[in-house]
């Protein structure tokens, strides 16, 4: 099994409401990562997890929470966005975060638009 | 960071090598060269990597110059499922060169196959 599942795969919301974005892998990966990506612009990163602890915050705005309840599932806790937010919000993994030529893997993403 | 720079777009004949160069003049030592690529609407692909040698996989080669400045990805018979945005990375190290994170991407070439 060499898939990262995502879920939803779309999600709209309003900018009062409280909703989550999930991922998991059963690779056996123990770094998983957020990217964000806006239209016709580059993946760009978010968070990392490294053996479920927060290891990079990309200076990410409070508004998005993220959370690695165990080794194969990551969470993203979305409250308050603004419409600015709209985005492919992608997950990956990869065997570790510090393993020199590790490739990652990547979801599909979940695209979200915030009205 | 090391920067890279790729032309946007591409455009190449089904049934033809397609070439891919990427420049990465500011490379250092132990810097890695990594190729992705992103098939529309869906997330980012690993393709290859290599540090200084020519790198062969099912998917691709890479070629990296004697000098690490610049690379080539080579699609050696390129087909319309090919079309997509390839990403070349220099995934960073740390200072003292134990261990690597972030994979940052840049703007990509479109690359078109035509019929």
């Known amino acids: 099994d060499t898939e990262v599942t995502q879920t939803p795969k779309h999600l709209v919301m309003g900018m009062t409401n409280k909703k989550s974005l999930k991922c998991e892998q059963h690779?056996?990966?123990?770094?998983m990562y957020w990217y964000k990506q806006k239209a016709k612009k580059p993946p760009e990163l978010m968070f990392v997890y490294s053996y479920e602890k927060l290891s990079i915050n990309e200076s990410v705005p409070s508004r998005f929470s993220p959370e690695c309840p165990n080794s194969s599932l990551l969470n993203l806790h979305l409250h308050a966005l603004q419409p600015e937010d709209s985005a492919l919000y992608l997950c990956?993994?990869?065997?570790?975060?510090?393993?020199?030529?590790?490739?990652?893997?990547f979801g599909e993403g979940s695209r979200l638009t915030v009205l | 960071d090391a920067k890279t720079t790729q032309p946007p777009s591409m455009d190449c004949a089904e049934g033809r090598a397609a070439n891919l160069p990427c420049n990465h003049s500011?490379?250092?030592?132990?810097?890695?060269v990594y190729w992705y690529r992103q098939i529309h609407s869906q997330g980012p692909q690993y393709i290859i990597h290599?540090?200084?040698n020519n790198e062969t996989n099912e998917m691709a080669s890479l070629i990296i110059t004697e000098d690490r400045k610049s690379s080539t990805l080579i699609l050696p018979h390129a087909t319309l499922r090919d079309t997509a945005v390839y990403y070349c990375?220099?995934?960073?190290?740390?200072?003292?060169?134990?261990?690597?994170?972030?994979?940052?991407f840049g703007q990509g070439t479109i690359l078109t196959v035509h019929p």
């Open positions: 990956a993994s990869s065997r570790t975060q510090w393993e020199r030529g590790g490739e990652l893997f």
């Open positions: 290599g540090l200084k």
């Open positions: 690779m056996g990966h123990r770094a």
């Open positions: 990375i220099v995934r960073e190290r740390n200072a003292g060169g134990t261990s690597y994170g972030k994979l940052t």
């Open positions: 500011t490379i250092s030592g132990n810097e890695y």
